[in-house]
């Protein structure tokens, strides 16, 4: 892959579900697409040929964004693949319920180190690597506001994210860079419904005033947004994508 003069989006965990429909519409848009990845070589390729096919420029690059060597050299891949980054959208995560009381000290620590190291790893990077006027957008959760039990641990991970993203959003300032949260409600993604009865996805479902589990086009529609010229004046908001769930 040759260098582009499209601007540059980079999304982690976008092999699948969100991350991916995110992937597919920031191509549409005219940006060079950088799919990250953990684990899923197979489905991360093909969306490279399924982008590349349609016309855009888009590579795929494992990386753990648990571990920071592995976020610098991400960042270095990118550049020299495809150019200097505009977006970043911080996708990757894990969700995994448990009543605080029964939660393993191991299931907490990956918690925290994919949904909110992964995210300060690679904010820390971009402080010095993305392009000025760029966009971050980092991926937070609707779940913050509903208090629903099994959830602690998993709303504390998002709960710092959002902090970060307020922070960050002032510590930027000079750069023109905006940075904000998009929390989705229940999206009809193998995440969400992985383990989940029919009755309880029908109760999710009906949660929304607008009767229906999101969509994973209707999250990267937000963040399309965002990335766009027209979000240029959104600063430091976390922007609830949920039907009206809360």
Known sequence: MT??????????????????????????????????????????DALVAELTQAGASAIA????????????????????????????????GILKTAPLAQTSDELFAQNFAINTQGVFNTLREA????????????????????????????????????????????????????????????????????GKTEEQIQTFTKMPPLERLGQPEDIAGVVAFLASSSGGWVNGQVLRANGGIA
């Open 3 to 44: 260098s582009t003069t499209s601007p540059v989006a980079l999304i982690t965990g976008a092999s699948r579900g969100i991350g991916a429909a995110i992937a597919r519409r920031l191509a549409h848009d005219g940006f060079a697409v950088a799919i990250n990845y953990a684990s899923n070589t197979a489905e991360a």
């Open 127 to 194: 402080a010095t690597r993305l392009n000025d006027g760029g966009r971050i957008i980092n991926l937070s959760s609707t779940t913050l506001a509903l208090n629903l039990p099994g959830y602690a641990i998993y709303n504390g991970t998002k709960a710092a994210v959002e902090a970060f993203t307020r922070v960050f959003a002032k510590e930027l300032r000079g750069r023109g860079i905006t940075v904000n949260a998009v929390a989705p409600g229940p999206v009809a993604t193998d995440l969400f419904l992985t």
């Open 61 to 92: 690059v494992k990386a753990d964004v648990s571990s920071a060597e592995d976020v610098r050299s991400l960042f270095s891949t990118v550049e020299q693949k495809l150019g200097k980054i505009d977006v970043l959208v911080n996708n990757a």
